[in-house]
């Protein structure tokens, strides 16, 4: 058994739980946490200390939640390490009450269905664990990334993919969530319709 986020936290991120977690297996995106479902010890801890009741043990979740276990895998692998409390989202308290906030996440978790499409489709990134980024025929270094050469690359984000169409980040490895993260959260602020994420092994 292992405990998994669920859509409450979205557009919330209240971290109430980040606090008492004793293994820090929260993991955080631009939306909400989730829970690394191989570092979770099923304590049990971080369950009554949500003000929004997100968190349940993956046997108890509702039927209409049981996708999260997968999205909570998923975006472990994705999303950067959170191990301390923080002020949640500024709208939070305007959404904790509201229901089917899925579609604010406006992330897809990519699926064997969804493989082939992604490696025809040129709107894609590549962020391999080297420290390289990909976009279509465009190679950055992320360590050669100066402040100037941040703003060509977010045009180059912005002129080399189409916003009506699925974007796939492709992500190997762990060692570059924070760009994972500011990829994701630019494209969002840059209203693209549909960003997914897939990571590589």
Known sequence: MTYVVTESCIK???TDCVEVCPVDCFYEG???LVIHPDECID???CEPECPIDAI???DELPNNQIEFIEINAK???VYENITEAKEPLPDADNFKDIEGKKKFL???ISNEDADEYIKENLNTILLYDNGEIVINN?????DELSRTDNIIFENTLLNNLNKEDLVCLNVEGK???EWAMKIMEFLQKNEFIDVQIKTLK
């Open 30 to 32: 631009p939306e909400f």
């Open 175 to 177: 060692a570059y969530h």
């Open 12 to 14: 919330c991120k209240y």
């Open 75 to 77: 975006l472990a692998d």
């Open 56 to 58: 349940y043990a993956d």
């Open 43 to 45: 304590c049990g801890l």
């Open 106 to 108: 406006n992330i897809g």
């Open 138 to 142: 465009s190679r950055f270094k992320i």
